[in-house]
């Protein structure tokens, strides 16, 4: 299977993967069986001197059966997608797992402000640091982060964490993931935000926990 | 022709005019677009530089246009006022000169858009949904009276069209001829008066939620501005109460189209026809409890995602079963491939691809990730391509000669088909692949972000093939003009088809019918047992039996 995806280096970024796996499954089978039911009718049905059509207007149950019983299957395949994105869902965004690190992003036309919690873990104390549009977090850890806005709605996405959240300007959302895997990533906007919409963004980096200690310590040796 | 005419016909031609001039305005956005993202920051052939903020501007007015001024006017407006009466067996509308105010105030609708490109600071910017904060205070985007003037033209065509709606509904309900029962109707006729219950239905509190936008802009009030107390997902809400019965508002009419063609061409009855109008009032009805799956990450409660999610999946069943049975009307049927049959097998093979992706961006989890991608775009082309275009052409191709009382050109029919069938696939496949690589919507320069980079060759691609889809459309403009000079004087009914507008003249003179037809049966008799040929007109009386006869 072609990968169109960039890499997955997120905690839950498998189970939307195989999400869209399984619907791509399903939908590619409808695809293949109505567009080639398509292809054949036309072919085998063209216009021929002296064919006489089958008068059938699938109006009575049994007629209507032959699309009846594929649209009960389509209610079944319905039900498998919705159940098992339930499941995702819930484990995605339906909680908050317990994190020491918390972080908080601000969009504002047209960078994203980084505010670390400093060595007391608590937002808004004197050892917060800011930095713009440069996200530092360690891999195999669970972050959340505090979305909010000045200005207007930005969208936080982290492709590869497969992770996005509105920024919305009087809310604060607080959101959750885990980098599996060291790198350094981007974060784009994705939402319109303006004439610097485009060019919004930037970088993600997920340390080794060795390198993220080393990180801190230089940001505040006082530690 | 009277320019302020009543008859239905007229106001349905202009209807036609405005839509098709939009369409060129729109076709011209999508080039520049494209040009942009392929080719950022160079000056696109005959146009010029695309700065930043000009880009967005081409975003949102390519979105507003084709939605409400080309989709709207064509598929409803236009099919729905030439269609309505003549199919019912009517004179014309119930109110022709509220129908004359509603093409007017359409007019006029236009006419502020046009001009909101002229204002200082150009026109809207926001994104075609208007998004506040964005939208609501002119210092984010630098436009001022492009975007209060967006929302006064959209106002103005909701107004034009609750009067067509009235009009639909009116019409259908208390002028169809005798024998005209509501399980007589053509599938088209419910696909418009339930387009404009939908409508109807959704239109309120969009105009509302517009009101109050125009008031944060020019009043100072802040519904929608957090530092004054206000709510930026209301809009939301409201914007996509209407957004999602709206696409049914396109779409549905669109599927009509395809309903009618295929039988005539097909010399079948359509499959399922009381199937079908259960499931079309279904899909309707369910797209009152949809909206939501537009705002799954907009910071809505999270635990309002899934229910949203299961509504939005199931409404393929309904869909499903109209893809079912326009498939099963041409199971042993005898299929000729004239230009209307083509566009119309074109709509629905391109549709069902587009209810099939849905299911991805209808899935809550999975849109965390696609959303706000290519991946969506692709997605609603391929259903309001499908519906606007392709399902428009197959209209327009079909009934042209009972327009305007002549045939056009098939040649040029089917070279524009073709055209348009390999290019718009040629656009929009591509562009999933983008999507699923991340790239986001609305972004001028893909170069700018380093993971979008591998991706340019296929934006570059993309690009190309828009541009050879937007010549594709020379033949078809070609034809369009030739034919209403040119083309072949068409005789009353060409396509040998069973219902009422093919018992008038062509095209119908001021009042449509020499006498008000009689209905006896069903709109899609072809081939039916009783009679030798192999079509059976609503309107002809029914013979002796041959029992009788012998």
């Known amino acids: 299977m072609l990968n169109w995806f960039p890499e997955n280096v ?44 089958t008068y059938y207007h699938g109006n009575n149950l049994k007629q209507a059966a032959w699309i009846l019983i594929p649209g009960l299957i389509v209610l079944l395949l319905d039900l498998w997608v919705d159940f098992r994105g339930a499941e995702v869902w819930a484990k995605i965004k339906g909680h908050m797992p317990a994190s020491d690190l918390r972080i908080q992003v601000t969009g504002k036309q047209f960078n994203w402000e980084i505010v670390y919690p400093g060595p007391d873990g608590k937002l808004g104390t004197a050892d917060d640091l800011q930095m713009d549009n440069e996200l530092h977090i360690p891999a195999g850890k669970v972050v959340r982060v505090v979305l909010k806005s000045k200005d207007v709605i930005h969208s936080f996405f982290l492709p590869n964490l497969r992770f996005k959240q509105d920024a919305v300007p009087g809310r604060e959302i607080e959101a959750w993931f885990q980098a599996t895997k060291p790198g350094r990533f981007e974060m784009p906007c994705s939402e319109l935000c303006g004439f610097g919409h485009s060019g919004m963004g930037g970088q993600l980096f997920v340390h080794t926990p060795e390198e993220y200690e080393k990180w801190v310590r230089e940001h505040w040796p006082e530690k | 022709m009277k320019i302020f005419s009543t008859d239905h016909k007229t106001i349905a031609k202009q209807y036609l005019t405005l839509g098709l001039f939009w369409a060129i305005v729109g076709g011209l956005t999508s080039y520049l677009i494209r040009w942009q993202v392929a080719y950022p920051d160079t000056e696109a052939p005959g146009w010029g530089f695309i700065a930043p903020d000009f880009y967005n501007m081409l975003v949102t007015m390519h979105g507003t246009i084709m939605v409400f001024f080309v989709a709207m006017p064509i598929l409803l407006a236009t099919f729905g006022n030439f269609l309505i009466p003549l199919m019912i067996g009517a004179r014309d509308m119930a109110f022709p000169r509220l129908n004359r105010l509603s093409v007017w105030v359409f007019a006029l609708a236009s006419l502020v858009l046009l ?28 436009v001022n009276w492009g975007l209060n003037l967006w929302l ?115 010399r079948k009855p359509i499959f399922g026809y009381r199937p079908i109008i259960y499931s079309t009032i279904a899909a309707g ?59 119309a097998i074109g709509t629905l093979s391109i549709f069902i691809i587009g209810g099939l992706t849905g299911i991805f961006n209808g899935s809550a989890p999975v849109d965390i990730y696609i959303h706000g991608t290519y991946f969506v775009v692709a997605h609603f082309h391929f259903t309001l391509f499908s519906a606007t275009f392709f399902a428009g052409f197959a209209g327009i191709t079909y009934w042209f000669p009972k327009m305007f009382g002549r045939m056009m050109n098939e040649t040029l029919g089917k070279i524009h088909f073709w055209l348009t069938l390999i290019f718009f696939n040629a656009v929009f496949i591509p562009m999933h692949f983008v999507g699923l690589g991340g790239m986001m919507r609305r972004i ?64 119908p003179p001021h009042g449509n019918f020499e006498r008000v037809p009689v209905v006896y049966r069903s709109p899609y008799e072809y081939s039916s047992p009783e009679v030798v040929e192999d079509w059976l007109p609503q309107d002809r009386p029914p013979e002796p039996s041959t029992a009788a006869r012998q």
């Open chain 1, 10 to 53: 997120s905690s839950f970024g498998g189970d939307i993967d195989s999400l869209f796996y399984l619907i791509l499954y399903i939908t590619g089978a409808w695809f293949l069986l109505t567009e080639g039911l398509i292809l054949f009718f036309l072919v085998r049905y063209r216009r021929r001197e002296g064919r006489r059509v």
């Open chain 2, 115 to 142: 001009l909101s490109f002229f204002v200082p600071g150009g026109a809207a910017s926001a994104g075609w949904t208007g998004y506040p904060p964005l939208s609501a205070n002119a210092t984010y985007t630098g």
């Open chain 2, 444 to 507: 001028a320069n893909p170069m700018q972000y380093e993971f979008l980079q591998p991706l340019q060759p296929t934006n570059v691609f993309i690009t190309l093939a828009a541009v050879l889809l937007i010549v594709g459309q020379i033949p078809f403009v070609v034809n369009f003009f030739w034919s209403l000079f040119r083309g072949r004087v068409a005789e009353r009914n060409p396509w040998q088809a069973n219902t009422l507008e093919w018992s008038a003249g062509s095209p």
């Open chain 2, 285 to 343: 009805m369910l797209s009152f409890v949809v909206w939501a799956h537009h705002q799954f990450l907009s910071g809505m409660d999270p635990r309002l995602a899934m229910p949203f999610s299961i509504t939005t999946i199931l409404i393929s069943v309904p869909f499903a079963l109209i893809v079912f049975a326009m498939i099963a009307t041409l199971w042993r049927a005898s299929i000729s491939f004239s230009t209307p049959m083509l566009f």
């Open chain 2, 152 to 266: 006064v033209a959209l106002a103005l065509e909701f107004v034009s069209f609750l009067m067509g709606g009235i009009n639909f509904l009116t019409t259908t309900i208390n002028l169809r001829a005798p024998g005209m029962t509501f399980f007589r109707l053509p599938l088209i006729v419910w696909m418009q008066i339930t387009a404009a219950v939908l409508f109807m239905l959704s239109v309120g509190p969009l105009i509302a939620g517009a009101v109050m936008l125009l008031l944060d802009r020019v009043a100072g009030t802040t519904f929608y501005l957090p530092e004054g107390g206000g709510e930026p997902l209301l809009w939301q809400h409201l914007f996509w109460f209407f957004g999602h019965p709206e696409v049914y508002v396109i779409f549905l009419p669109g599927l009509g189209i395809v309903l009618e063609i295929m039988p005539v061409f097909s």
